[in-house]
T-cell receptor, first 109, second 116 residues
Framework: AQRVTQPEKLLSVFKGAPVELKCNYSYSGSPELFWYVQYSRQRLQLLLRHISRESIKGFTADLNKGETSFHLKKPFAQEEDSAMYYCALSGQGAQKLVFGQGTRLTINP | GAVVSQHPSRVICKSGTSVKIECRSLDFQATTMFWYRQFPKQSLMLMATSNEGSKATYEQGVEKDKFLINHASLTLSTLTVTSAHPEDSSFYIC????????????FGSGTRLTVV
């Protein structure tokens, strides 16, 4: 079974501070991991996926198979980063995308 | 990237009636689409996988007779909430894999259903 856990429902940091949103997963095969972001009143947008290994808006995430984690990080938070962030997993061949509970990130000025 | 268009964005219906929600892939073909439900302040829960030309695959606990899914073409999937009740009020979102993103997923803007 596919499962994604985001332990923090709410996360609040000050502008300029580092940010880390935690994501742990459970899957017996080789997963495909994603981070999606939802800004206020907008649709879900892909932020990044582990296979592309690229940095978007200053965010990075590394897949750690040993710890079954895919934490999202940014060294210096900006106010426009305030949004809802979802970690998601797609299993081999299954195609369906399963979401974590989401973390609401608030960047304080 | 590719766009998924979802309509209507908001609908209010009376208890006992049925409501149809459409999801279209605008510039790509989607043999598979996904339907999610999102309650207030909660995450997206996958309801079913819609397969073009065949039956949908429903997740455990989702009533297939209540949430009818039709995927008659490569660009259109519909979700019909039959005999709606107030507890069906929710935010429904469709999704498809985006070939331009190398297999990433693109999402519709969602439909807010309110059953009164």
């Amino acid at each position: 079974a596919q499962r994604v856990t985001q332990p923090e429902k709410l996360l609040s940091v000050f502008k300029g501070a580092p940010v880390e949103l935690k994501c742990n997963y459970s899957y017996s095969g080789s997963p495909e991991l994603f981070w999606y972001v939802q800004y206020s009143r907008q649709r879900l947008q892909l932020l990044l996926r582990h296979i592309s290994r690229e940095s978007i808006k200053g965010f990075t995430a590394d897949l750690n198979k040993g710890e079954t984690s895919f934490h999202l990080k940014k060294p210096f938070a900006q106010e426009e980063d305030s949004a809802m962030y979802y970690c998601a997993l797609s299993g081999q061949g299954a195609q369906k995308l399963v979401f974590g509970q989401g973390t609401r990130l608030t960047i304080n000025p | 990237g590719a766009v998924v268009s979802q309509h209507p964005s908001r609908v209010i219906c009376k208890s006992g009636t049925s409501v149809k929600i459409e999801c279209r892939s605008l510039d790509f073909q989607a043999t598979t689409m996904f339907w999610y439900r999102q309650f207030p302040k909660q995450s997206l829960m996958l309801m079913a996988t819609s397969n073009e030309g065949s039956k949908a695959t429903y997740e455990q606990g989702v009533e297939k007779d209540k949430f009818l899914i039709n995927h008659a073409s490569l660009t259109l999937s519909t979700l019909t909430v039959t005999s709606a009740h107030p507890e069906d009020s929710s935010f429904y979102i469709c999704s498809a894999r985006d070939p331009s993103q190398g297999g990433g997923y693109t999402f519709g803007s969602g439909t807010r259903l309110t059953v009164v």
